[in-house]
Nanobody, 122 residues
């Protein structure tokens, strides 16, 4: 029953960078795969990136591949999403999620953060 809290959202201009953090409540985080999803107004929740328990196997949606980097530090119960070369279409609420198995489907995850708004302006 790990709890997750995102931070690091805010306003950034096109081409800029932002790092989101996901703080987990306890060491249970280190036994779970972790992913980032995003949801824009009027749209479904979309897979962004996922990472294995060890942190050695990252996966990315085509829309962010080469621009975003997912990582984790199990020693401090933290996950991260480094976002570079941001575009207006990246504007969304970003959520971290965790569960036993890595998946690109939001419904597969039991543990979610509250979301962090990222707005990319022109």
């Amino acid at each position: 029953q790990v709890q997750l809290v995102e931070s690091g959202g805010g306003l950034v201009q096109t081409g800029g960078s932002r790092r989101l953090s996901c703080a987990a409540s306890d060491r249970t985080f280190g036994t779970l795969a972790m992913a980032w999803f995003r949801q824009a107004p009027g749209q479904d929740r979309e897979f962004v990136a996922g990472i294995s328990i060890s942190g050695r196997t990252p996966y990315y949606a085509d829309s962010v591949k080469g621009r975003f980097t997912i990582s984790r530090d199990n020693a401090v119960n933290m996950g991260y999403l480094q976002m570079n070369s941001l575009k207006p279409e990246d504007t969304a609420v970003y959520y971290c999620a965790a569960d036993r198995l890595l998946s690109t489907h939001a419904h597969s995850y039991d543990y979610w953060g509250q979301g962090a708004q990222v707005t990319v302006s022109s």
